[in-house]
């Protein structure tokens, strides 16, 4: 099977993050990691909140999370260790991958998505 440009793109997407796997997103946040949800508001509502995440679409995501951008949030710096949840972890992965080449060089993506996360009954992270 010849594999698509969009496969490619994330798998080299993925080559530079260190992913993180759903076991393990609790130890991240009491690290400090900022876990930011990129899923669209429909799912989110079809599925359910990620509690204590920071809900950014992904449309908005560069603009608010870029340390030097007139539009931040300013919740990130270049050192954060931001983990980007989608549905499953196919665009969180390009969208962390963006994120390094803004030089939020600790950004990385949540494996399988808030959909695995949800596998693991929902409690790996909590209300802040």
Do not use: K
Request: charge should be negative; include cysteine.
């Amino acid at each position: 099977m010849i594999e698509s440009a969009i496969d490619r793109m994330v798998a080299d997407a993925r080559a530079e993050l260190d992913r993180v796997e759903p076991q393990d997103l609790a130890g991240e946040i009491e690290g400090g990691a900022i876990v930011v949800d990129i899923r669209p508001a429909e799912n989110r509502a079809a599925e359910g909140p990620m509690p204590g995440a920071l809900v950014i679409e992904r449309i908005h995501l560069e603009w608010r999370l870029d340390p030097t951008s007139r539009h931040g949030l300013g919740v990130a710096s270049p050192d954060s260790r931001i983990i980007v949840v989608c549905n499953e972890g196919y665009s969180s992965s390009l969208a962390a991958h963006s994120l390094r080449r803004l030089g939020l060089m600790n950004a990385t993506d949540l494996v399988g998505g808030f959909r695995a996360w949800r596998a693991l009954g929902a409690n790996a992270v909590s209300d802040p």
